[in-house]
């Protein structure tokens, strides 16, 4: 689970007030997306083999040993996993998944901050100086040992946002080339209490994730961008970005060097983007209510922005392990299962312990990715291919699966579909699951009648501003066309109810994510894994039985890209 997000397990812990209004709301399922769901043929459901229990639990606790030292990419622990992989990808069954190597090499280049100047604001009532850390955080995607900002114009420019198809241009006349550009987190219309707006309401779109903003200005030539957090619209306190963007940064590493990204990135606290708009004398609350509404125009501050950026530049490779079960009759066409094997390595020591062991997040999804893989080659080939692919660098960033993706083994325009997993159930069994990003795709039909075989229920996420489906590897095939499902139990515990599945979320969120208390625990109920595992399955199967190639429902922002990579493929 990539450090820059929270954990699906965790988000009713995060925000109890949004989680109990959403699980009130529904799946949004537009008219033209019902009607076109009820015309996919769905194949016979498929026959669930045994899953291996014994399996599970020996690749958790191998890959979350403390011998791992925290499976963190491009280290000593790194090879050891990878050589693990390797071997439990050849026992289950997997045949080599890239032209007769069980790798795809990701390369990375890894930036570490040596010096981060202040952040300092002229032209103003006063000259303003903000402390690193304290009122901002900074890099840079550039791969340069310096990168800096230098009295550089500051334009407030609401949410930031270019979305032609909605009629929203946050950068309608106004020329950001080489300014530094002052934006907020999340869509316009995250405080709606429904999931009906111009950016889909409560719910967050890819125009309201941090990723977005930064591509976008970048786009548009702004030399910096500061991004407003604010707890509530960035799902996250301040601890978040201060812990995220501090320490050594992994990127892609690309012939260009990043260079067509703004110069200076960052996040400011929401007391000193207030301070700097009082500064330019700017109201910055009703600025943040006018950028909500449709019209809103860029407002150039007054102000000139002065940060510089230092950073030591380390390149390698990492690697991404790819096993195939090929098809009988149709192998050109492919099913994806995917799951990310890194974690965070070494990390801030509890009690002398600096090993970040990872052992729910995510050695435990990806022993069920070899659990699927040994389930399905001891049924034998289906028609279509099916690959299971274990990505590196999830937590720095989902690079593994966007090398992949932008890199692909296997076409995307021939890959039917898939299923991400990023973390199982070790609580108990659940009489819900949670869809992230419910209401997109068709693949949703062969969830439905997956869970209803297994007499539970579908329930909305609980708190769909926090845009969960954009921060996990399948994100970035959904991107490109490939409808992916994530989907995992809720709350509703058989044992306990929803109470017993809230206090285990948020044990979890405080003692463990992203902690050395992430271990191995012989204690563990797996019984909940064993039912998500089983839906996996099923989806895969079926998909890979079928002749079907299900879409994005009209609306979703993938269906263009889906459809234009169909009709390429024909």
């Known amino acids: 689970m990539n450090m820059r997000r929270f954990p699906l397990l965790a988000l009713c812990a995060l925000a109890s007030a949004t989680a109990a209004h959403g699980r009130d709301a529904a799946v949004p399922a537009p008219a033209a997306a019902a009607k076109e769901a009820a015309t996919l043929v769905l194949p016979p459901p498929a026959r669930v083999p045994p899953l291996s229990l014994n399996l599970l639990r020996t690749i958790t606790r191998t890959l979350s040993s403390d011998a791992f030292e925290g499976r963190a990419p491009t280290t000593p622990g790194e090879e050891k996993t990878v050589a693990y992989l390797i071997d439990q990808m050849q026992r289950a069954g997997l045949k080599p998944g890239n032209k007769g190597s069980w790798t795809q090499e990701v390369p ?11 952040l300092a604001i002229e032209g103003g009532k006063a000259p303003l100086h ?38 929203w241009n946050d950068y309608a006349g106004v020329d950001v080339k080489g300014k530094t550009v002052v934006v907020l987190v999340n869509d316009p219309d995250y405080e709606m209490e429904g999931l009906d707006g111009p950016f889909d309401g409560r719910a967050m779109t890819y ?22 957090h604010d707890d509530f619209p960035a799902a996250y306190p301040w601890g978040v970005p201060l812990s995220s963007w501090t320490g050594p940064q992994l990127g892609l590493d690309l012939p260009d060097g990043h260079m067509d ?8 606290t929401l ?24 019209g809103f125009r860029a407002r150039p501050l007054g102000l000139r922005a002065s940060l510089a950026v230092e950073n030591s530049i380390r390149k390698q490779a990492s690697r991404n392990v790819i096993g195939i079960l090929p098809g009988k009759t149709r192998p050109d066409e492919y099913v994806l299962y995917s799951a990310h094997w890194d974690h965070l390595g070494r990390c801030e020591p509890v009690d002398g312990d600096d090993i970040c062991n990872g052992a729910l997040d995510n050695a435990s999804g990806t022993a069920g990715l070899i659990a699927l893989a040994q389930a399905h080659a001891r049924t034998g080939a289906s028609a279509r291919s099916l690959v299971f692919l274990a990505v590196t660098a999830e937590e720095s960033g989902l690079l593994g699966s966007q090398y992949y993706a932008e890199n692909p083994v296997f076409p995307l325009a021939s890959t039917v579909g898939g299923v991400n997993i990023d973390g199982l159930n070790l609580s108990g069994p659940t009489r819900d699951v949670v869809i992230v990003g419910g209401g997109k795709s068709q693949l949703e ?17 609980p708190s769909p501003e926090k845009g969960s489906f954009y921060r996990s590897d399948h994100f970035n095939f959904a991107k490109r066309g490939v409808p992916m499902i994530y989907a995992t139990s809720g709350e509703d515990m058989i044992d306990g109810g929803v109470a017993a599945g809230r206090a285990a979320s948020e044990d979890y969120t405080a003692n463990r994510y992203h902690k050395p208390q992430d271990e191995y625990d012989p204690a563990w109920n797996w019984s909940g894994a064993v039912q998500d595992l089983q ?30 990579s169909r009709d390429s493929a024909k």
């Open 261 to 268: 990204q703004s110069a200076v990135i960052g996040w400011v």
């Open 108 to 118: 990375l280049v890894e930036l570490t901050p040596v010096r981060t100047s202040a």
């Open 130 to 167: 903000l402390a690193y850390k304290t009122d901002f955080v900074a890099g840079t995607y550039r791969v340069v040992p310096r990168s800096e900002i230098t009295r550089s114009e500051m334009v407030f420019v609401g949410y930031g946002i270019n979305a032609p198809e909605k009629g």
């Open 207 to 228: 125009y309201g994730r941090w990723t977005y903003k930064f591509e976008e200005a970048a786009r548009q030539g702004a030399a910096g961008v500061l991004l407003v």
């Open 271 to 294: 007391d000193a983007a207030k301070r700097i708009l009082a500064s330019a004398g700017k109201d910055f609350d009703q600025l943040a209510e006018e950028a909500k509404r449709p």
């Open 445 to 461: 039909a062969f969830l439905a009648r997956a869970v209803e075989a297994q007499g539970r229920s579908i329930l909305p996420e």
């Open 535 to 564: 839906i996996y399955y099923r989806i895969g199967r079926e998909l890979a039985t079928s002749d079907q190639w299900p879409n994005w429902h009209p609306g979703a922002e993938f269906r263009t890209i889906r459809d234009l």
